[in-house]
């Protein structure tokens, strides 16, 4: 009896909790810092600050532009353009309903009409994890936009959404599935479950979880784990035609995507250079910020 009880609660629950975590909206969650530019009837978050060459940043799968809370200024001290984005449901960019908005190809065009939209010909494209496989779409789709790519531990082969994907479609149970796991207060035990150096979790937990806290979050994670990958020119099929250089960079103890897929991006594409970094995992620029780092400056005097 009591463990119908308890699971009744856990299904049910977040249906009314949901209204006490999501209680920001996306231009809230914007500030002063950043600006919207609307993007196929998208509010896409663009933070643009600096002067130089442009470097446009894509967050991995879980952050938004937080995630680049320390590179970010360091890359504009040295004389960069830098301009973060926030991808179709995350940070303050649109929560969108229509599943094709959170295709790796929609996401990818998102990026060139920034582009556009700043009237910048073409730029270094630097992207973390599920923000890397953007950067490569984007050099599949508008080669001539792109100068050169630093992808940290780029998602690059897979050709699926993980399977966790297809559960959290369910009625309900997947409903219930996608709040619990999605939890504010479990920011921290995730990222630290990623990482081999996880001291920087502690200080930077509460940046990544404010993203989880704007309004059709959750409805937003759950459309995009019904969409398509990629789109009309898959990443794992097209990533070998990339013929700017590339420059990748790994930690050697990633539990994620494991440094052999560098390796093979290394030996496969025209251009690419992998840089390992030991002992780190999933997240380089927060776990080794000054290798990160000095690999960065390296990748951008070639």
């Known amino acids: ?131 890397g496989r953007i950067a490569l779409q984007t050099a599949i789709l508008a080669p001539e936009r792109v100068n050169r790519i630093i992808a940290l531990a780029p998602e690059s082969l897979a050709k699926e959404r993980p399977p966790i994907a297809k559960i959290v479609t369910i009625p309900i149970l997947g409903y219930a599935l996608a709040f619990w796991s999605t939890a504010p207060s479990l920011t921290g035990a995730g990222l630290k479950a990623v990482s081999k150096r996880p001291d920087w979790v502690v200080a930077q937990q509460h940046e990544y979880a404010r993203s989880v806290r704007v309004q059709g979050h959750l409805a937003g994670q759950i459309c995009q784990s019904s969409a398509p990958k990629d789109g009309i020119k898959p990443v794992p099929e097209f990533y070998k035609t990339i013929t700017c250089p590339v420059f990748l960079i790994w930690g050697d103890r990633d539990p994620v995507f494991a440094v052999s897929t560098g390796t093979t991006l290394v030996n496969t594409m025209p251009d690419a250079h992998l840089a390992v970094i030991p002992n780190t995992g999933h997240v380089p620029h927060e776990e080794s910020f000054d290798e990160t780092m000095a690999f960065m400056h390296l990748a951008l005097s070639q």
């Open 1 to 131: 009896m009591w463990g119908i009880i308890i699971l009744i609660f856990l299904c049910g629950a977040p249906f009314i909790l949901i209204r006490w975590r999501e209680t920001r909206t996306i231009q809230q969650l914007l500030g002063t810092q950043g600006r919207h530019i609307i993007i196929n009837g998208n509010p896409v978050a663009v933070y643009d600050q600096g002067s130089g060459p442009a470097i446009v940043m894509l967050h991995g799968f879980g952050g938004w532009q937080a995630t680049w809370g320390r590179v970010q200024p360091a890359l504009e001290a040295a004389g960069y353009r830098t301009i973060g984005i926030d991808a179709i449901g995350a940070g303050a960019s649109s929560r969108s309903s229509h599943k094709h908005d959170y295709t790796t190809e929609a996401q990818a065009r998102n990026v060139i009409a920034v582009l556009d939209a700043l009237g910048i010909d073409n730029a270094t494209i630097l992207g973390h994890s599920y923000g």
